[in-house]
């Protein structure tokens, strides 16, 4: 019975916080509704991995924010002239939210502590406690009182009615504490039962019961998210949750936007690939494996990989990108008996595809090499000059692809190329510069997106007219066709010479980390590699990056070893995320544009050349011309237009968001919130 009345009791106090925590006094909804809010959040930083983790999501999405160093001597004093001024006759708050490593790291009695305080009661701005731990002063019981303190590897936390209801209902329920090695602790923190005006939207078993690791503390006229476990901007928790802790803070309207950003390209479709040797650990074939000639083999798919992959397609609602080469399935044809059942089957089934031009035979589009050496170099004419492919061989590549495709039917968009091997592109070491070139031939074939590797060109870059979009290269392996082939390769290149690798791993430890003992063939590329390689890909769709991924065609063949990493992405992520909050499979010039208006917008921040309000229920942004704005904004904003309104954005994780600017004759974007 005592315990029955106490359960009672705390979801007494549960119901009266959640019905607290809408509420604003009067005064302080008065002076919030007089005020001008400016779109923009404080970060006091006390260099910990919890705020650099919140910091780096505002900076992703776009949302502005000051930072105030706390270990820096020069840092500003936080008191209410730093936080609020006066323009244009009307008050100002300068932040539309805080964000704190902890609930006071100024320390008790501190006047920069009151200072905030008071600003966010007297505007109705929100708190994020970044890392805290549970003790009645951010609303939560000591945790010797039905709570746990220690490590939260593999702890499975759930999304409470709560949290659903509020911040995190575009999650499906489940946040799984990442828990990748057994030999290193990967998080602690603390888990407190809720007080009175304390709302759990967090929460994960303690014994019999539950108790609470996020929830909101609504208090003497102010509200804190309280977060009491220890995080990183790369783990998976926290990226799960950090969009619900941006729209929190910032009561759902914030300059920025996120997605969750997934596309495949697929390289190499109708060429054949060259294939790893276990014997010579290399690949025959390729100049710098000694041994391999005579000894080549290939893979390339077949037929029935073709249906297998529209099939898949179809059951998975997701649509892979097919990067042609179609002079080299030609070629392939011609040695081979002058059938080729594979092309006639994807010919069939082009409309099940988008279709993106790889050139047409895959040549290198850079410097003529010399590959009698390890590693190849550029050749020279006698004038000590580079030699370099020609403009009009680079054009002839483009085109005759392009050509081929339309005469059988294959809709692609030629604005989009990716070279072989992002060849023509600089190739560091050799080749210390793009082919100049490349850029005329791409504008000759109106080429204005160019697919380059982001682990050489993470940002990106313009290439003549044309701009580049990096790729992430998924470590599946082009030369592979079988899962025993892949592990193969992977214990070459991670394994210590004394479990028979490299020793690659070894002498270049700043980079690369030597496996504990070499994988078993038979079953390390599906226990081992596929886990690890799907962690890595869905970290990317985590984190609001649009870079398209890329693999080959040779992954689709004989073990389809691309296939295993795909479910594995896309199944968790459906099963994270609630259907309000779908994968977004983009093109590749789609990807490009994106990248294109972030580095304006975020070159606009930084120049301080963008101004953004709230007053009461209308919302104000002035960028540059020409500079679009991300903008996420409630459901039921429209945005002003010349004459009337209309609805504003994208649907999307139970917001409403997009890149916008001001209406014809307008100067500035201006949105109308729901009452």
Known sequence: MVNKNRMNRVAAAMAAAALVSVAVPAATAQAATAARIDLKVLVVDDGGSSVEAITAELRDTGVPYTRVQLGSSGRPVIDAGFLSDTVDGRPR?????????????????????????????????????????????????????????GQLDGTRAAV????????????????????????????????????????SYLDAPVGSGRASLVGEYTHDGRSELVVTFGYNQYQQQFRLLARGIVDWLTQGVHLGQSRSYFAVHVDDVFAPDARWSKELNCTPGDYACAGGEGKESTIRMTAADAVYAAQWQQSKGFKLDMLFNAGAGEEWKAENGGTDALTAQLVADRAKYRWMNHTYTHPFLGCVQDTTTTPWTCTKNAAGAVNWMSRAEISAQIRDNNNWAAAKGITTD?????????SGLKTLPQQGQDNPNLAGALADNGVKWAGSDNSREPAQRAVGAALTVPRHPM???????????????YNWIYASRADGGSGICEDNPATSTCLPAALDVNTGYLDHIVPQEARTALRHVLANDPRPHYVHQSNLAEDRTLYPVLNQVLDTYRTLYAPSTPIVNQTMKEAGVELGRRAAWDKALADGKVTAYRIGTAVTVKAPSGVAAPVTAPNGTKKQLLLGTADFGTAYAGTRSTWTQPELFQSAVTLKLPA
């Open 93 to 149: 708050a300068k932040y539309q939210g805080v964000v704190l490593p902890n609930e006071n790291p100024f320390g008790e009695g501190s006047a920069e502590m009151a200072a905030l305080t008071a600003y966010e009661t007297t505007y109705g701005i929100r708190q994020v406690d970044a890392y805290t731990w549970a003790h009645p002063g951010v609303g939560l019981e000591y945790t010797d009182n039905g709570g746990y303190s």
């Open 160 to 199: 409470t009615a709560a949290g659903k209801a509020g911040p995190f209902a575009y999650l499906g329920g489940q946040v799984a504490f990442e828990d990748n090695s057994a030999l290193v602790p990967e998080s602690f923190g603390f888990m407190g039962k809720p007080r009175t005006g304390y709302t």
């Open 414 to 422: 030629r604005t989009e190329l990716v070279t072989g091997e992002h």
């Open 475 to 489: 470590n599946v392996y082009y030369n592979t066709g079988t899962n025993a082939e892949m592990a193969d390769e």
